[in-house]
């Protein structure tokens, strides 16, 4: 079975532009959540779809944002990028539902804003 | 808010001997604890968790353990080698709730050999 796949891996954008990042879970699948890494901080949480539902949200602004497929691949999308948006943005898919709770992450797409 | 402390942020110990890492977390819904290695420049592996109806689970040389009243959940690493050097992150969610994942801030083990 294939793993979790993100796109594209590496990515440079400038100040004030927009970006959107593509996430294709492991099949049968329908949860993914969308976390922000950086050397200081950790894992941060950003937002989980369930079923093109939005289920959750951590605490970033607005210019962050996310969708789902009927396919379960979702986006997520940052306007207005700023300096402190460089970083590592890994996406985990899981089931979901059921008693299955376990969570597999992709490679990550590493932003750069300059 | 949710919050997951986790100690210390770096560890070296000797190769062969053990490691502990220890977290904390804040939400009394957290029902599922998982733990993840990551290797440099790659994704987060999933190593072993624990659900909140165990106090304690074994995988070979990885342990974990979860004390519910505290709430307090450890990372037990023992006959360590050069591999098992990496970050590792615990994480605790209300898995069948919110499905929201907190994550610790990583610790970093060096094994010395």
């Known amino acids: 079975k294939a793993g979790v796949t993100q796109t594209p891996r590496y990515l440079i954008k400038t100040r004030g532009q927009q970006v959107t990042l593509s996430c294709s879970p492991i099949?049968?699948?329908?949860?993914v959540s969308w976390y922000q890494q950086t050397p200081g901080q950790g894992l941060q949480f950003l937002f989980e779809?369930?079923?093109?539902?939005?289920?959750n949200k951590g605490n970033f602004p607005g210019r962050f944002s996310g969708r789902q497929f009927s396919n379960s691949r979702s986006e997520m999308n940052v306007s207005t990028l700023e300096l402190g948006d460089s970083a590592l943005y890994l996406c985990?898919?899981?089931f979901g539902t059921g008693t299955s709770y376990e969570q597999y992450f992709g490679p990550g797409t590493r932003l750069t804003v300059t | 808010g949710e919050n997951v402390e986790q100690h210390p942020s770096t560890l070296s110990v000797q190769e062969g001997d053990s490691a502990v890492i220890k977290c904390t977390y804040s939400?009394?819904?957290?029902?599922?604890f998982p733990w993840y290695k990551q290797e440099l420049g790659k994704r987060p592996q999933l190593i072993i968790d624990?659900?909140?109806?165990?106090g304690e689970k074994k995988d070979q040389r990885i342990a974990v353990t979860l004390n519910k009243t505290a709430k307090h959940f450890s990372l037990h690493i023992t006959e360590t080698q050069p591999e098992d050097s990496a970050v590792y992150f615990c994480?605790?969610?209300?898995?069948?709730?919110?499905?929201?994942?907190?994550f610790g801030t990583g610790t970093r083990l060096k094994v010395l050999a």
């Open positions: 939400d009394s819904a957290s029902n599922y």
């Open positions: 624990i659900r909140s109806n165990v």
């Open positions: 994480a605790a969610s209300n898995a069948s709730g919110t499905y929201k994942y907190i």
């Open positions: 985990a898919s899981s």
């Open positions: 779809y369930f079923s093109e539902t939005q289920r």
């Open positions: 099949s049968g699948h329908r949860s």
